[in-house]
Structure formats: C-alpha cells, structure tokens
C-alpha cells in the first residue's frame, strides 16, 4: 500500500477497576489453591468492576489520561475505535457512548469485535486511516469486563480472567517517521468453538422468560496448543519481513492470556526474559485491554523505555491472532 503518512504512537495509558480479588478470594468460591493457579497461570489477583464501574468507565478513565498525556483536545479526534467483546450494551456501541463522555464531537466511531486480538486488530485498522489521509488523531480503547460473562462457580475458567481497559492516541507523522513497521493478521474459523462467550437469548428467544445466563466456555488445553502454534509462527512472519532476529528486538509484548504461554512461546523463540514483559501477576488476562495495559505499566514502571523496538502479540477467540512491530519513538 502506498503510505502517504506515517503513524505515531503518541501515549499510552490504562485504568483498573477498584475491586481486588486475590486467589485466596477464590478459594472461598470453590476448591482450588493459590499455589494451583499460581503455578499454571502466573497470576495472583486480578481487578473486577464494582456496581459502580463498568466498561464504559474505564474506558472514559483510560482515554481521558491518553489525552491529557498528549495534550489533545477530545474535540481534535477524527476517529474513535474500542476494541471489546463485553460492551455495556448491544448499541450504542462503546465507541459512541465514549465519543459523548469525552466531549469528541468531531470523530467518528465503532467497535471491533477481536477478542483478545482487538487491540492489534485495532491498531492496524486505525493505521489505514492515517496511510490514507482521512484520520489525523486517533484513539483507539482496548477494553473488557469478563468478570460479568464467567461462571464464578467453573474454577477452570474463573481464574483467569480480570478487567480493565487500555488506550493509545494514535497520530499523523511523516511517512518517514512511521512507527508501525509491519503488521500479520490471521484468522481460522473455531469450528469446535474451543473458546466462545454465546449469547443464548439472541438464539433462543423464548426462553426469555428464564434466566439464561451467557458465560464463557473454554477447552483449555485447545487454546494451549492454539497459542503456542500461532504465536512463533507470526512472531517468525514479522521478523522474516523486517529481516531481524529476537535479539534485535528490545520488548516482546504478547496477550498476557496466562504466564505459561508467554513462558513457553518466549522460550520457543529464543527471546531472554529481560525482553519479555509480563504484569499478568496482579491483573490476570483482561483480553482486549491486556496489551495496552501491560505497556502502560511497563512504561510507568520504567521497565519499557524508548526508543524502542516492540513486537506486539493478540491471539484469541475467533480464532484470532496477529503481530506486529513497532519502532516507537515515546511519548510526545
Ligand atoms: N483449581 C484447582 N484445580 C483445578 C482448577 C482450579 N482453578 N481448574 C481445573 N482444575 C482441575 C481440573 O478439574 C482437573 O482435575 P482432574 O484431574 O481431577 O480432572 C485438573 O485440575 C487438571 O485440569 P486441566 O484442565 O488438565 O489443567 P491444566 O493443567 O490443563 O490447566 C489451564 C488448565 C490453566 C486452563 C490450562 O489448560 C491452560 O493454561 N490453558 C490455556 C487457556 C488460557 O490461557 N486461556 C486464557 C483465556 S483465552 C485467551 O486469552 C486466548
């Protein structure tokens, strides 16, 4: 494609709902251990919204801390995009329900239903929209609250999840200042829907007058084995375009899905844990928002420093998953 701009990376931030939830919390649920979840997870705690929070929230909160870090005036957004697959409502969409909260009258707006891969997907669409001229600013809101899609009775999947959400203010720069150096996407249709948030009222309306609840439902070692397929082959496909091995690399940010897969795809690579980032410890897996969150603590923490070379990872329901590289340059 013929880039008439470039794209820049210009802030990122995150917001966690106020609600801690320990695996000792869990324990009180039903039967299982820190030490179990601990050791096949990689996580702690995780945060879950409050009768007061919701999605909405926390993208408001994330995307108001974007652009006081830019210095952008809400009403300067051409476009605004939130990645999610838990939105407070069928419609109007996150987006347009933010776009209102944030006073960006002059953007336009929509959802992208990813996953866990919404926030690279995202990043790529929005990306189109510079490259082409149309869009100047804009803010893209990963974002997702699967404590209230979970059974909190399943222990196998209730573990896992946490919410929160994350955001970054993309911009127009130069076609030769271009921070996004490549990008791979790729689906493969989940015919045995291994991973799969139904949504039984819309399939069967007459049970309306029950309560139907939706949860997540999850093979979990068919996800194991999806990701730990996927995630070396397109981290390879980035590389072999660019023509750079890991060690050219300074941060590998994968979907914080659970600290055995990041182990393991990272061993796999050859990455050095020092290249690694990971806070899936304290916050689980928060799907769509886990990136941006993951690099907005890393940057606070002074972990993630720029200049820098960073190969983002999504992969999840769908099938979903893509990579891309980043040459990012800081905050503005
Ligand atoms: N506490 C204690 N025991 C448990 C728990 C729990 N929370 N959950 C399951 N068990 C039990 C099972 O019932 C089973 O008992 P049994 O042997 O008596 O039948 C035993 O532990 C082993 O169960 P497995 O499912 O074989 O456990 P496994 O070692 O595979 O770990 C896990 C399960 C952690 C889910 C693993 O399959 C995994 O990591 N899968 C990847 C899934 C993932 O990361 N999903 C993230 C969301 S999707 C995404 O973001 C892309």
Redesign the pocket.
Known sequence: MQKNYGVKFTAFSSALPSVVVKNNDLEKL????DE??YT??GIRERRVVSDKESGLSLSVDAANKTLAKAKVDPKDLDLIIVATTTPDKLYPSMSCMLQGKIGAKNSFCFDLSAA?SGFIYGITTAAQYIYNGECKNILLVGVDIHSRFIDWSE??VA???GDGAGAVLIQRCLAKDDELMCHSLHTESDVDLD?TLPNENILYPNHKNEICPDFVK?N??A??QF?VRVVPDVVNKILNKVNLTPKEIDYLVL?Q??Q??IDTVSEKLKFNKTQVVSNIEKVG?T?AASIPLVIADSIEKKILKAPCKMLLVG???GLTWGGLLINWQGDS
């Open positions: 039903f039967s299982t251990s179990w979840i096949r997870t866990c222990r196998s573990v896992l999840f991973l999850m979990g070692k996800v194991y990701a979907h899905a659970n055995r897969i897996n799907s992969f999840g329901a």
